[in-house]
């Protein structure tokens, strides 16, 4: 909070510099007039005036994007566990997950770095203006007021139609983005079909879209300035032609202050500085309106289902008609009872709701019908798709469900899914540094990785994402008769469209 | 020679619709730019010369010309504030036009490129590419009407200080000299580092949240947010580091702006020969010129992330600029090698071998998808050799996995046929077994299916991507496993019409399943074991 006023008050100050400034060129030119050559003393007080005014500026944009920074910091923090503790079709898809935690959180921080400190000193900045030039004369003061009421009311009525136009905008964007996602997805296939010519034109077309959305977006926003600029000319054209009247004694009504020159020049000099905060409130405008759409996306996100993450592992775990659905997306009614012991397999091709229905059996969706039972979160193993990897040694991503588990326990599980082989081959062996990409590992090694993970977690349910997908024929036997023997000691529910691991189940689930 | 300098840097040629708003833009900027300055500087005339004359008694008063300079005024301010609006206008579309003409551009170079050798771009990071790395170059296109626009005001600048003498004049150009020298210079250079370490933090968030929620249920079985939440955080205050380094560059930049705008006018006050009311006009121009220098100062400052964004695009730029082929590849049906096998064309053909033995390698191979691993040839050429066109001519896919596009039904049925009618795909989607439920659709044909076929099962799904194949027309139809999650009598329909669909065409069939009933349409079965 006292940030925020910091650099709003710097901003503010910047006024200081500028009357320095103004009244060193009227001090100087007064002199001249006058037939002197004394103007060493205006000069001095001009460069005073910039040095102030270089302070203020420099002070305010740094303290503004101190501001910017602890505004993303806060957002992030709450973000990124949120962002990442959805489950399930709840969850904003892989492109959408980086745009809100990217690109959103870069718009609010703008807002707040270069919109928020401009505005504070919109409303004050103006008001200390007119008062230091009310001092030297104040009709122009009152000139300047009277445009500024004129200019407040053209605000209003530009200002409704961008916002509007921005929230678009903001959807068109992400449009976007999701639609390059699932083309550039899709290029083989598109390119099997020789459709690429055709695709990459509807990109490039759906790309010039969003441009002309911008540009509405944009016309908006910069009508907005037009007509601060339009006013911010006007006043000065107006004090200009007051003083120079004034001066020659010409004004069409009886005189209503007597004006001096120095004090003429002074409020010319000074009279843009009126709107100049104005001005940079309108050059932040877009900050403003982008900032905003994205607060409201953020805003959009769900709330993490409140998971137990402890209790009694020796639950029941059963699926009463439960049925899982999305817009456009339903799954079941499914009925399942688990026994403490047992392999399930849940079949059925891609996007058919196989990790879905695993990740409701983890609790971690909640069913629109029916009911689902099941363990506590500390109960459950995951061996997903495209296991974790965090940026650290091979065995620490392997005790991420156990970060307690001895070394024979990791050994064991390593050797059980086939990856002793991959680690003979690293000279560092289970010391060997991984990154989140995992670089050097096979898709089908970082597959046998997360479920080598999950037996090391020994958890009363192991859920296992298609743990046979990505592996040849003789190491997904031994995946499949490794899922077996562990059936014989807890519950296993699998995801899979492969045939051999269906049919040594005890149960399947065809979706 | 800053201009000419950063044109040359927007990766591809700019359209002329482009061109003609930087155009624009630049007069509009001149004049906005030229018109604030004279405003300020005919104002600061105006009220000295007034001032003088006031003083200097009523002939002086008589004589003096007030119309001209006040209205000059009004109609200035009037002026100032239409060119800047048609500026900011202009130099916005044009920016957005072209990038969206450059995301266009490269998309398809990424999409023409052949698909067995492109580089393999994850599609984030290639979509990041394509999105954020291009936004990066809007400044490039926005700030470019500003410079030589800048470069006018200036001229125009000097010219009012010279007003004041040529001292005046020369010492104003000076100051513009050292701040054009300077912010070219040094901003550029001060900033590079920090620029590369926020483009570098920003991709490696970009790629660390889509990894981290690929692996979201595996991070909430493990109670592992608050690590992941860390790790992210770290990056981020990598990130804010280098963000806040070039906020204080380009706060610097302004300050030493404001400086040189002191240091300008007060030394054209301290030289100025001419009498008051031209001094004043003068000292006022010079502070105004030298706010004419910012324009140039906010690209240079800029400079850096844009020169990162290009970098970062140099993979996609140096994709080759598309060919197309000069004749369509023949559609001549050619025979199929498959391993020591000779597949004629209309033949039927079943791969089998137990799960994972590589059916769907072979299949993907034949179809182009992947460099083949195996001994395979297309009329007697081994399918590396061959371009990629003429195998695509040649083979019409049904993947293992479907592979839908997020669009309607008809958009996925027309990336096979962009020509095909509303009957055709019926008749595709009858023989695949799926009209009936199409037609059930509300929207029918027209049903929005979301990413990778929403709201289809997953045996429907299978059966929208054969009807795809169906239309394709190749001589040649590669099936993978098209029965899965098909009810037996679904499964038996769907044999049955593809049996009558291969014989009305005499179309060829290479087909993998571990199901019996499709493997019933090839008349021959290839183990694949035979084949490595």
Redesign the interface.
């Known amino acids: 909070m006292s940030l925020h006023k910091a650099a709003g008050l710097a901003w503010t100050s910047d006024i200081a510099g500028a009357a320095v400034?103004a009244w060193?060129?009227a001090t100087?030119?007064e002199a001249?007039?006058a037939g002197g050559h004394d103007?060493?003393k205006?000069?001095a007080l001009?460069?005073l005036?910039?040095?102030l005014?270089?302070t203020s500026?420099?002070g305010a944009?740094?303290l503004g994007?101190?501001e910017g920074?602890a505004v993303?910091?806060a957002r992030?923090?709450a973000l990124?566990?949120r962002?990442?503790?959805?489950?399930g079709p709840a969850?904003?898809?892989?492109?959408a997950?980086?745009t809100l935690?990217?690109?959103h959180v870069a718009a609010e921080q703008a807002r707040a770095?270069r919109f928020a400190p401009v505005r504070k000193a919109a409303t004050l900045a103006p008001v200390l203006v007119a008062i230091v030039i009310a001092l030297a004369s104040w009709v122009a003061a009152l000139i300047l007021l009277a445009t500024l009421i004129l200019f407040v009311f053209g605000m209003i009525v530009a200002g409704g139609a961008a916002r509007t136009a921005a929230d678009r905008q903001m959807a068109s964007?992400t449009a976007?983005?999701?639609?390059?996602?699932?083309?550039?997805?899709?290029?083989?296939?598109?390119?099997?079909?020789?459709?690429?010519?055709?695709?990459?034109?509807a990109?490039?077309?759906a790309?010039?879209d969003?441009?002309?959305r911008?540009?509405a977006v944009?016309?908006a926003a910069?009508?907005s300035?037009?007509i601060l600029?339009?006013f911010a000319?006007?006043s000065?054209?107006l004090v200009?032609?007051y003083?120079?009247?004034s001066?020659?004694?010409?004004l069409p009504f009886p005189a209503p202050e007597n004006l001096d020159?120095r004090a003429?020049?002074f409020v010319?000099?000074l009279a843009?500085e009126f709107y100049l905060p104005m001005h940079r409130l309108a050059a932040a405008y877009h900050e403003k309106q982008l900032g905003e759409a994205a607060e409201k996306a953020l805003a959009e996100v769900p709330e993490?289902m409140n998971?137990p993450?402890t209790g009694k592992a020796g639950g029941a775990i059963a699926l009463r008609g439960a049925v899982v659905e999305w817009?456009?997306?339903r799954i079941g009614p499914v009925d399942l009872a688990l026994s403490a012991r047992g392999l399930v397999c849940i079949?059925?091709?891609?996007?058919?709701g196989k990790?879905s229905l695993?990740?409701a059996l983890?609790g971690?969706v909640a069913p629109s019908e029916g009911m689902i039972e099941t363990l506590p979160?500390?109960a459950?193993?995951?061996?997903?798709?495209?296991?974790?990897?965090?940026?650290t040694t091979l065995e620490d991503n392997l005790r991420?469900?156990r970060p307690d588990a001895d070394a024979a326990t990791v050994a064991e599980a390593v050797h059980a899914v086939g990856l002793d082989a991959l680690l003979a081959k690293r000279a560092d062996g289970l010391a060997t540094l991984i990154d989140?990409?995992g670089a050097w590992l096979s898709g089908g090694e970082r597959r046998r990785l997360?479920l080598a993970r999950a037996l090391i977690?020994d958890r009363a349910l192991l859920?296992a994402?298609e743990p046979?997908a990505d592996?040849?024929?003789q190491s997904?036997e031994q995946i499949i008769a490794l899922l077996v023997a562990e059936a014989q000691r807890r519950a296993v529910v699998v995801a899979t469209?492969?045939?051999?691991l269906a049919a040594v189940a005890d149960t399947v689930i065809?979706? | 020679m800053i201009g000419p300098m950063i044109g040359r840097r927007f990766p591809l040629p700019l359209p002329p619709r482009v061109r003609s708003r930087i155009a624009l833009g630049l007069l509009a900027a001149l004049a906005a730019g030229a018109g604030?300055l004279v405003?300020?500087a005919l104002?600061?005339w105006?009220?000295?010369a007034?001032?003088?004359?006031?003083a200097s008694g009523a002939a002086a008063?008589a004589a003096?010309n007030?119309l001209l300079?006040?209205a000059a005024?009004?109609g200035?301010?009037?002026v100032?504030?239409?060119a800047?609006?048609g500026e900011?206008?202009w130099s916005?579309?044009a920016a957005?036009?072209a990038?969206?003409?450059l995301?266009?551009?490269l998309?398809?170079r990424?999409?023409?490129a052949d698909?067995r050798t492109a580089p393999d771009?994850a599609?984030?990071d290639?979509?990041?590419r394509?999105?954020?790395d291009i936004a990066a170059l809007e400044d490039l296109i926005v700030r470019r009407p500003g410079i030589p626009a800048a470069a006018g005001t200036m001229l125009v600048g000097l010219g009012a200080a010279a007003l004041a003498g040529w001292l005046a004049a020369l010492l104003l150009a000076g100051v513009l000299a050292l701040l054009l020298a300077a912010l070219a210079l040094l901003p550029p250079r001060l900033s590079a580092a920090s620029a590369a370490a926020a483009a570098a933090s920003?991709a490696a968030?970009?790629?660390?949240?889509?990894?981290?929620?690929?692996?979201?249920?595996?991070?909430?079985?493990?109670?592992?947010?608050?690590?992941?939440?860390a790790?992210?955080?770290a990056e981020?205050d990598r990130l804010?580091a280098a963000?806040?380094q070039l906020?204080?560059i380009?706060?610097?930049s302004?300050?030493l702006l404001?400086?040189g705008?002191?240091?300008a006018?007060?030394a054209v006050?301290?030289t100025?020969t001419a009498a008051?009311p031209l001094?004043?006009l003068a000292?006022?121009a010079a502070s105004a010129t030298v706010e004419a220098v910012a324009a140039i100062a906010r690209s240079s400052v800029r400079e850096a992330a844009v020169s990162e964004g290009t970098e970062r695009l140099r993979v996609l730029l140096s994709l080759p600029e598309p060919e197309?082929a000069a004749t369509p590849p023949t559609a001549e049906p050619l025979p199929i090698g498959i391993g020591t096998a000779s597949v004629a064309p209309g033949s039927r053909v079943a791969l089998t071998g137990?799960?994972?033995?590589g059916k769907t390698r072979v299949i993907e191979a034949l179809?182009?998808?992947r460099a083949s691993a195996h001994a395979l040839t297309l009329g007697g050429t081994p399918l590396a050799a061959m371009p990629?066109?003429t195998i695509?001519?040649q083979v019409?896919?049904a993947?293992q996995?479907?592979?839908?596009?997020?669009g309607t039904v008809a958009d996925n049925l027309?990336?096979?046929?962009?020509s095909v009618d509303a009957a055709a795909m019926e008749a595709a989607l009858r023989t695949a077994q799926l009209w009936a439920r199409v037609e059930r659709m509300p929207q029918g044909l027209d049903t929005?299916?979301?990413?990778?076929?929403?709201?289809l099962?997953?045996?429907e799904?299978?059966r929208l991507s054969i009807a795809?194949a169906l239309l394709?027309e190749r001589p040649w139809l590669l099936l993978d496993e098209p029965s899965?999650?098909l009810d037996g009598a679904t499964e038996a329909a769907l044999v049955t019409a593809l049996d009558a669909w291969l014989a009305a065409r005499g179309t060829g069939l290479v087909i993998a399943s571990?199901r019996a009933a499709p493997l019933a349409l090839a008349r021959t079965h290839l183990p694949v074991s035979a084949l490595s």
């Open positions: 400034f060193g060129i100087a030119l001249q007039l103007t060493a205006g000069a001009m460069l005036g910039g040095l005014r270089l500026q420099y944009q740094v994007f101190d920074r993303a910091q992030r923090a990124y566990p962002l990442l503790g959805l489950a969850a904003p898809a892989l492109g997950t980086a935690g990217i690109d770095a964007i976007l983005s999701a639609l390059y996602v699932d083309r550039l997805r899709h290029l083989p296939i598109i390119r099997h079909f020789a459709a690429e010519d055709r695709i990459a034109r990109a490039g077309a790309a010039e969003v441009a002309v911008t540009i944009l016309r910069f009508l300035s037009a600029e339009f000319a006007l000065v054209a200009a032609v003083c120079g009247f001066l020659l004694g010409m020159f003429a020049f010319l000099v843009p993490p998971l993450r817009p456009g997306h079949t059925g091709p891609t996007g058919s990790t695993l990740a983890a971690q979160a500390d459950i193993a995951w061996a997903g798709q495209v296991p974790l990897l965090l940026p991420l469900g989140h990409h997360g977690a859920l994402d046979t592996l040849d024929a997904a469209h492969d045939e051999r065809a979706l | 604030g405003l300020l104002s600061g105006f009220i000295t007034a001032a003088l004359a006031g008063i003096f007030y300079p006040s005024i009004r200035l301010a009037v100032r504030t239409a800047r609006y900011r206008l916005h579309e957005l036009h990038l969206a003409g995301r266009g551009a998309f398809t990424l999409a023409l698909g771009l599609s984030g290639a979509s990041a394509l999105i954020g920003t968030l970009r790629a660390m949240l889509i990894d981290y929620a690929a692996a979201r249920s595996e991070i909430i079985t493990y109670g592992l947010a608050p690590r992941v939440t790790l992210l955080v981020t804010d963000q806040r906020a204080r380009e706060a610097a302004g300050g404001i400086a705008s002191a240091i006018s007060a006050l301290l100025s008051a001094t004043a000292v006022l197309r137990p799960s994972g033995s179809a182009g998808l990629a066109a695509r001519a019409a896919l993947p996995e479907p592979m839908l596009i997020a027309r990336l096979a046929r962009p929005l299916l979301g990413e990778d076929g929403g709201v099962s997953g045996g799904r299978k795809r394709a899965e999650g571990h």
